[in-house]
């Protein structure tokens, strides 16, 4: 497993935005790797929200956030982002990144053991 460094959450309005970035550490490369997002509110389980395939061609988006999140990659920079729009309260939660097992049409199995703390996004007024 590549291990991964999630970025860019904060404190954010209702109807703002944030991007968030996700890194392989260790000088990994992510880039034939098929990378999810995922997040997890307290007493929620954790949902998977976009996947993105390893050339960028193909992305996946939860209902919850379709429309309003949009994810892509950079290979050049090792780095895959999701740039949130229109942020409301339920979305609040800690996000993660993690590679997928590509599943047709969904978000992907993640291939992660261990999910740490991720980058926690709160949308409040």
């Known amino acids: 497993q590549v291990p991964f460094v999630e970025s860019g959450g904060g404190l954010v309005q209702p109807g703002g935005s944030l991007r968030l970035s996700c890194a392989a550490s260790g000088g990994r490369s992510l880039e034939r790797l098929a990378i999810g997002w995922f997040r997890q509110a307290p007493g929620k389980e954790r949902e998977g929200i976009s996947s993105?395939?390893?050339?960028?061609?193909?992305?996946n988006y939860a209902d919850s956030v379709k429309g309003r999140f949009t994810i892509s990659r950079d290979n050049a920079k090792n780095t895959v982002y999701l740039q949130m729009n229109s942020l409301k309260p339920d979305d609040t939660a800690a996000y993660y990144c993690?590679?997928?097992?590509?599943?047709?049409?969904?978000?992907?199995?993640?291939?992660?053991?261990?999910w740490g703390q991720g980058t926690q996004v709160t949308v409040s007024s």
């Open positions: 993690a590679q997928v097992l590509w599943v047709a049409g969904g978000i992907g199995i993640p291939l992660r053991d261990s």
């Open positions: 993105i395939s390893s050339t960028g061609g193909t992305t």
